[in-house]
C-alpha cells in the first residue's frame, strides 16, 4: 500500500534515511537518455544527505559513472558497493540499453550490500526489475524486501512501434499481463507514475490498485538550462543567414516520431518557411541513424536539417538555448523530459498531444499541443510561431516560469520520503509479527513444526527456480528475436545496394 498519503514537507529530506541500504536496479546508466538523468538526481540527493544507495544496472556503451562519489567516512559498511554493471544483450536498435542476462537475486544481493537492503527501488523496470520483482515475491512475506517502482517508460507502446505485424501487438498484451500482474503483488508497495498517460493506463491495462499508484513528476535544472545560455556564435555557424532554428533533442530512432518529423518539415519548406531544423541525439547502431536520416531524403541535400551527434552537459545546454522553436514529435514518452528542458531554456514548445508531454504543456500558454495524427495542425502551429516572434516570447517566458516551479530536490525528496515511510512501514510490521510466512495450502498447517521448518526454505527454493525458468524461457524468445534483427542489420550494413530489394531485410525484421 503506498504510503505518501502521510503530509511531509518536501522542502526537506527524512533525516531517518540516513544510513539505510537502498538497492536501486535501473536499465540504463550513464548520460543514456531522460529516465537514466532522471535517476542521477535522485541518487545524488539521497546519497549527499547520508542513504547508501548502491547502483545496479546492465553495461552500456558509455560505461561512465555519473553519479556523485560517497566519501570514505560515510560508508561503514565494508561489503556495500556504490555500482554494479550486469552482462546482458545489447538492444540492435539502441546499442546504448542492453537486456539483462538472467541473474539471482542472492547474488545481487551478495555483490551489493552483503546481504539483503532495507528497501529496493526499481527505476523503470524491465529486464532486470522484472526479474527483480519475480524473485522478491518467491520469498516468505517476511523475507521480502519492500519495492518500490518508478514506472517511466511505455515498454507496451515501443513494441507496438519497434516490432513487426503481429508481434507488436502480441508483445503489447504480453507486457500489459507480466507488468500488471507484477506490479500487484503485495510485495511492490508503490509505483510512482509521471503522467496521467501512465496512471491510465496502469489503471485500465495493468489493473493496478488506485492505492498502490503515487504521482512522481520530473524536475529541471533551471541554473543549467538557461536562456541566457544562448550563444550567437552556434546560431551562425546553424543558420548563417538568420534562417529560423527549429530544434529536437532525442535518441535517433524510429519510435521518437521521426518519420513525423520529416513530414512536417518538408511540408514547412514547401510553404516556404526559411529554416534549419537542428536535430541533437545519436544511435551507435548505424543503420538505425541513416535510416532516420534518409527520412528527411532532398531536406538533407539542400542543409536544412543538421545532425549535431550526442551532447551532454554545458554543451546541451547551449544548444537548447541557442534555438528558436522545440518540435516535439514522439508520442511514446511518459513524461517528455526534454520538453521540460526546452521551456526552461526559454524555448517554445510544440508538441503532439499523446503521453507526458500533455501534463506539461498548458496549451496556448507555455507551448501549443497538436492532436497526435494532425500533421497539417502541426505545420500550422509551426508557421505562426515562426513568423510572429512577439508570441515565440510570450511563450517562452510562460514556460520558463512553469519550469522554474519543477526543481529537483523537491521531487527527489518526495521520493526519498516515501521510501523512508516504507522501510519504517516494513520495520514495524516485522516487530509486530504482522507479516507471516505464505504457506503454500491448508494442508501445510496440519505439518508440525519442524517438518515446517525443514520444507520451508526447500519450498523457497523450488520457488525461485521455477521463478527463474520463466525468466530464462522469456529471455530465451526476446534474445532469439534480438538475434534476428542484429543479422538483418549486419546484412543491410554490408549490402551496398539494398535499395534494390523490394523492402530492406532491416525493416522487415522490425517491421
Not at 527524512?14 to 543514456?32: D, F, N, Q, Y
Not at 507496438?160 to 507484477?182: D, E, H, K, T
Not at 525461485?464 to 524461457?473: P, V, Y
Amino acid at each position: 500500500m503506498a504510503t505518501a498519503q502521510k503530509s511531509h514537507n518536501f522542502d526537506s529530506f527524512p533525516s531517518g534515511l540516513a544510513g539505510k541500504r537502498i538497492l536501486l536496479c535501473t536499465e540504463s546508466l550513464g548520460p543514456v537518455n531522460g529516465v537514466s538523468r532522471t535517476t542521477k538526481m535522485l541518487v545524488d540527493q539521497l546519497r549527499s544527505h547520508g542513504a547508501l544507495v548502491s547502483v545496479v544496472a546492465p553495461y552500456n556503451h558509455t560505461k561512465i559513472n555519473t553519479f556523485n562519489p560517497i566519501s570514505s567516512s560515510s560508508n561503514a559498511n565494508s561489503l556495500y558497493r556504490e555500482e554494479i554493471r550486469l552482462t546482458g544483450y545489447p538492444l540492435p536498435f539502441n546499442p546504448e540499453l542492453s537486456v539483462a542476462y538472467p541473474v539471482r537475486l542472492s547474488e545481487i544481493y551478495r555483490r551489493t550490500f552483503g546481504g539483503p537492503p532495507d528497501l529496493i527501488y526499481l527505476a523503470s523496470p524491465a529486464s532486470l526489475g522484472f526479474q527483480v520483482m519475480l524473485q522478491v515475491r518467491q520469498h516468505a512475506k517476511e523475507l521480502q524486501v519492500p519495492v518500490i517502482c518508478n514506472f517511466q517508460t511505455d515498454l507496451a507502446g515501443y513494441c507496438s512501434v519497434l516490432f513487426p505485424w503481429p508481434l507488436g501487438g502480441i508483445a503489447n498484451r504480453i507486457f500489459g499481463f507480466v507488468q500488471g500482474n507484477l506490479f500487484r503483488d503485495s510485495s511492490v508497495k508503490t509505483i510512482f507514475y509521471p503522467s496521467t498517460f501512465v496512471k491510465t493506463y496502469l489503471d485500465k491495462v495493468a489493473n493496478v490498485p488506485t492505492n498502490k499508484m503515487e504521482v512522481l513528476r520530473r524536475g529541471v535544472d533551471t541554473k543549467g538550462f538557461d536562456p541566457a545560455k544562448k550563444s550567437l556564435a552556434l546560431r551562425e555557424e546553424w543558420a548563417p543567414n538568420g534562417e529560423l532554428i527549429l530544434f529536437t533533442c532525442s535518441r535517433i530512432a524510429g519510435e521518437k516520431g521521426f518519420g513525423f518529423l520529416a513530414q512536417a518539415a518538408k511540408k514547412l519548406d514547401e510553404e516556404g518557411l526559411d529554416f534549419k531544423l537542428v536535430i541533437v541525439g545519436g544511435n551507435r547502431n548505424p543503420v538505425v541513424f541513416q535510416e532516420v536520416k534518409d527520412m528527411f531524403g532532398p531536406l538533407n541535400e539542400k542543409g536544412k536539417v543538421i545532425f549535431v551527434g550526442f551532447k551532454v552537459g554545458e554543451d546541451l545546454m547551449t544548444h537548447y538555448a541557442s534555438a528558436d522553436i522545440f518540435l516535439h514529435c514522439s508520442v511514446t514518452e511518459t513524461f517528455g523530459l526534454v520538453v521540460l528542458e526546452a521551456m526552461a531554456s526559454g524555448v517554445p514548445v510544440i508538441a503532439r498531444d499523446e503521453g507526458g508531454p500533455s501534463d506539461i504543456i498548458e496549451h496556448g500558454k507555455t507551448g501549443f499541443l497538436v492532436p497526435p495524427d494532425d500533421l497539417d495542425d502541426f505545420v500550422r502551429k509551426t508557421l505562426l510561431l515562426g513568423r510572429d516572434s512577439r508570441l515565440r516570447e510570450q511563450i517562452a517566458l510562460a514556460g520558463r516560469a512553469f519550469a522554474c516551479d519543477a526543481t529537483w530536490d523537491r521531487i527527489s525528496n518526495k521520493a526519498a520520503w516515501q521510501m523512508f515511510d516504507t522501510i519504517e512501514q516494513f520495520e514495524q510490521n516485522k516487530k509486530s509479527g504482522a507479516s507471516t510466512t505464505q504457506a503454500p495450502s491448508v494442508g501445510w498447517l496440519l505439518l508440525s513444526a519442524p517438518a515446517r521448518r525443514f520444507l520451508l526454505p526447500k519450498i523457497i527454493t523450488a520457488k525461485i527456480a521455477f521463478s527463474l525458468s520463466i525468466i530464462f524461457g522469456f529471455w530465451g524468445i526476446v534474445g532469439s528475436y534480438l538475434v534476428l534483427t542484429d543479422i538483418g542489420h549486419m546484412f543491410k550494413t554490408h549490402t551496398p545496394r539494398v535499395s534494390t530489394l523490394k523492402k530492406p531485410i532491416s525493416r522487415w525484421i522490425r517491421g
